[in-house]
């Protein structure tokens, strides 16, 4: 598979692309692309000034992660409707106006999906992933759901300029030991030749299904009958401001 990547500045149709002619007119209007904002190297840069607003990418979509201006919290988009996660560990809905530089999202269909073995670690998934996706290439979205015997997540505080590194704002993050829980897991698996288009490996989001708790998955320990299902995708198109 080779990895298609399209960068649209808003209020234009397409600005860059890269990959076969074939795949370019297809590209912003088909479900079968995860379309998001910025890219993670624009984050790790650092910089985490928001680009557009979440409703570029999310109109369409049914799943998706990312973040906020300023890096004020962590989103969760389950159902279509889009979540705050911020340092208290408590989920709310939010505005799709607000501005985020950097999300991802997908019109979630599955292509394939396994019930997970009880008791498997999140540092398995990737691997199973990548055999029920039979591909380590691209970007594959990913959903898991159902009960986890051990769940951990995380937020970060809102940052301000000068823009501190992503690697000491994750140093200041505040955790959360949500044990046993009943939750739905997003997020996008990212092989090598979608480097720096999204964070490396397996990221996931999460939300408990009482809508009380979630943020960024840091590790899991599936309980029974998880779910897994994923999506290939035929790549990006990545939204970025005009000026």
């Not at 979630?108 to 009880?118: G, K, M, N, T, Y």
């Amino acid at each position: 598979m080779k990895f298609f990547a399209t960068i649209a500045s808003v209020g234009l149709l397409i600005s860059v692309t890269i990959g076969p002619a074939s795949a370019r007119q297809k590209a912003p209007e088909s479900t079968e692309y995860v379309h998001q904002v910025g890219t993670y190297d624009y984050l790790a840069s650092p910089n985490y000034q928001g680009l557009t607003p979440i409703s570029t990418v999310s109109r369409n979509a049914s799943i998706g992660l990312g973040t906020f201006n300023n890096l004020n919290g962590e989103l969760v988009m389950v159902g279509g409707v889009v979540y705050r996660v911020d340092t208290s560990g408590v989920p709310r809905k939010t505005s799709t106006q607000r501005l985020t530089p950097f999300m991802q999202a997908v019109d979630f269909e599955a292509d394939a999906s396994l019930r997970i073995a009880p008791s498997t670690a999140c540092g398995a998934l990737p691997a199973i992933i990548d055999r029920l996706a039979k591909s380590t290439e691209g970007i594959v979205a990913v959903k898991l759901s159902g009960v986890f015997f051990d769940l951990k997540t995380r937020s970060v505080p809102r940052q301000n300029k000068p823009y501190p590194a992503l690697a000491d704002v994750v140093g200041a993050q505040v955790e959360f030991s949500l044990g046993r829980v009943n939750a739905t897991l997003v997020g996008f698996r990212q092989g090598p030749d979608a480097q720096g288009v999204g964070a490396p490996g397996l990221h996931l989001h999460g939300l408990t299904k009482s809508k009380a708790a979630g943020g960024h998955v840091l590790s899991c320990v599936t309980g029974p009958r998880v779910l897994l299902e994923v999506q290939q995708t035929r790549g990006a198109v990545i939204h970025m401001p005009h000026n």
